[in-house]
C-alpha cells in the first residue's frame, strides 16, 4: 500500500522560503513518477512540480527557478524547496505519486493515483 506523508510547512513572509518533504512508503513501481500539488481555498488543486525516477522534472511556470523539486531514492522522500515565496502562494501542498498505468510524467492531476495528507504553507505580505 502506497503511503505518503507530507511535512515541513508553516507560516513565512514573502520572499522566505520552506522545504516541503514527503515520506514515501511502498511504492515500488518500476517507472516512477512524483509530484508536488497544490490548492487555495475556493480554487482547483494546482500542479507545482513533478519528478520521474531518472531526476527528469517540470516545472509550473509560475514557479520556474525559485521552486526546486528533488528526490533522495535511498531515503525515500521528495522534496519542494520554495525560495522567494508570495502570499499567493498560500495553499495547502500535497505529495502525489502516479501507478503503473499512465505512460508519461506530466502534471495531470487526475493522472495521479496516490496523495497525502496535505501540508499548509501560508505566506503573508
Known amino acids: 500500500q502506497v503511503q505518503l506523508v507530507e511535512s515541513g510547512g508553516g507560516s513565512v513572509q514573502a520572499g522566505g522560503s520552506l522545504r516541503l518533504s514527503c515520506a514515501v512508503s511502498g511504492y515500488t513501481y518500476s517507472r516512477r513518477c512524483m509530484g508536488w500539488f497544490r490548492q487555495a481555498p475556493g480554487m482547483e488543486r494546482e500542479g507545482v512540480a513533478v519528478i520521474e525516477r531518472d531526476g527528469s522534472t517540470t516545472y509550473a511556470d509560475s514557479v520556474k527557478g525559485r521552486f526546486t523539486i528533488s528526490q533522495d531514492n535511498a531515503k525515500n522522500t521528495l522534496y519542494l524547496q520554495m525560495n522567494s515565496l508570495k502570499p499567493e502562494e498560500t495553499a495547502m501542498y500535497y505529495c502525489?505519486?502516479?501507478?503503473?498505468?499512465?505512460?508519461?510524467?506530466?502534471?495531470?492531476?487526475?493522472?495521479?493515483?496516490?496523495w497525502g495528507q496535505g501540508t499548509q504553507v501560508t505566506v503573508s505580505s
Open positions: 502525489a505519486a502516479q501507478s503503473s498505468r499512465y505512460l508519461t510524467c506530466s502534471m495531470q492531476r487526475l493522472t495521479f493515483d496516490y
